[in-house]
């Protein structure tokens, strides 16, 4: 029978993540093969310790955000214009330095 089965490590001891189908005190070999993580399971652990260490907020829920009315948008969409365009704002910067 081979069979290939994901496990754990945690504290010295590989936790297999379903029984075997053997009887007891069979003898097999283990070939020890480390999961590669995907990207997504990658930035999921960057963003856990952005977290923890206080960089970061979790998300807030949907329900946790206040709606901005009509006015407030209008009031930030004319700001955002009065300052001009991108391209101009990047030139201007550029040219202050």
Known sequence: MNEIIEAIYEHGILRLSKPLSLPDKTHVQVNILVKQSTIQEEKQ???????????????????????????????????IASAGSLSELIIAERDGR
Request: with cysteine; aromatic share 0%; proline share 6%.
């Open 45 to 79: 652990k960057v963003r856990q310790s952005l977290i923890n260490a206080g960089i970061i907020c979790k998300d807030p829920s949907p329900e946790n955000i206040e709606r901005v009315s009509e006015e407030r948008l209008a009031m930030a969409a004319k700001v």
